[in-house]
């Protein structure tokens, strides 16, 4: 729906380092794709709430942010770079449109191959038609849906952006709403999860992170059963405690790698940390130079007590750590070291762990 209040508005905290997410992720994103020999002719990147592309503070909006890493990243006009904007709110639209003007007042790649359409209308509606009608299925796709609310979009877009060719999806995704209308909302909230009314269960449910993790869950196992083989949810945490789930959708594991790389460098400016939502104890983790591990820690045992009696090696859990939590690979083995030190697991060697060494519960 339109924005309740003035436009543009105040840019909030985890807005910022998620931005700044965005930016880093773009900035390896768009020449993996259209550089090099195995280049694709052609990529879209698309916002299905685009916003005005400004702050009231005149910090970017994510349209610029991606334009510029556009530009930063890929000298060759050679490639069609394909921006869909669309907004529900004819100010954000009219202000998007007039801020690109300010911003790149000289045109900075021709339009033939950098064509940009700004879209008035709800993105459920408009984002997989304007798809098609700007040619971009059959070519990579990067769909930002920003909606700070329910998921966004359907079912069965998520399948169709799953199957389309080096495709991906990031969503900011707010459980809330179906926290709290969970007795009100109809079968269309079950057709965000594909169909799968199973996370109404948190009506049985005690506490707000139960239900929140709950919700998070089953709209993961939704992207898994969409077809993305490889996803990264995180939780970013602003000064003030209050949190904002991203999920990120990707076939190919080198796009969690860089999205995860993307993560880890924030610039902690923002005030912002971020957390791991299946950790049970909810620690943030805001120092990302000297990360707190206990959380890894924590799940590395939890992995390594449901392993087989002869345990799991270390690359294997360095495999789980990349694709089932927010840490890096290279965390794993410092994760690790205090579980050993303690007694809580046992190596097969004596000396330092390496990723050829195998790991078991005491």
């Not at 436009?7 to 993996?32: C, M, N, Q, S």
């Not at 943030?284 to 449901?306: G, H, N, V, W, Y």
Request: aromatic content about 10%.
């Amino acid at each position: 729906m339109p924005v309740d209040g003035p436009v543009p508005w105040k840019r909030a905290e985890h807005t910022g380092a998620k931005h700044d997410i965005y930016r880093r992720y773009l900035k390896r994103w768009f020449p993996i794709l259209l550089a090099g020999s195995n280049a694709y002719p052609s990529a879209t990147y698309a916002e299905g709430f685009a916003g005005p592309g400004v702050y009231s503070d005149g910090e970017p909006g994510s349209p610029i942010i991606a334009m510029q890493a556009l530009l930063d990243e890929v000298s060759s006009e050679k490639p069609v770079v394909r921006f869909l904007f669309i907004d529900d709110d004819p100010r954000c639209v009219a202000m998007l449109k007039e801020r690109f003007r300010e911003v790149f007042p000289e045109r900075p790649r021709p339009s033939e191959t950098t064509p940009m359409k700004f879209v008035e209308g709800k993105c459920g509606e408009k984002l997989e038609p304007w798809l098609h009608r700007i040619e971009a299925w059959g070519q990579p796709i990067l769909a930002v849906l920003d909606s700070w609310g329910n998921a966004p979009i359907s079912y069965r877009l998520l399948r169709r952006l799953a199957d389309n060719p080096a495709s991906e999806v990031i969503v900011t995704f707010g459980p809330q709403s179906f926290i709290r209308f969970v007795s009100t909302l109809g079968e269309g909230a079950d057709e965000v999860f594909g169909g799968d009314p199973s996370w109404r269960e948190i009506e049985t449910m005690s506490t707000g992170a139960a239900k929140r993790q709950h919700v998070l869950t089953c709209y993961r196992r939704t992207l898994e059963r969409a077809g993305f083989q490889y996803l990264l949810d995180f939780e970013l945490i602003d000064s003030r405690g209050e949190s904002l789930y991203l999920v990120f959708g990707t076939n190919h594991p080198r796009g969690v790698q860089k999205m995860k790389d993307s993560l880890w460098e924030v610039d902690r400016v923002y005030g912002v940390g971020f957390r791991d939502p299946r950790d049970a104890q909810s620690e943030a983790l805001f120092d990302l130079t000297d990360p707190q591990l206990a959380p890894l820690s924590r799940l590395l045992l939890e992995k390594i007590r449901l392993a087989s009696p002869g345990g799991i090696r270390v690359h294997e859990l360095r495999e789980f750590a990349l694709f089932e939590t927010v840490f890096r690979q290279e965390h794993v083995i410092r994760a690790l070291e205090p579980l050993r030190d303690r007694g809580a697991i046992v190596a097969d060697t004596t000396g330092p762990l390496r990723i050829a060494s195998r790991v078991k519960a005491e």
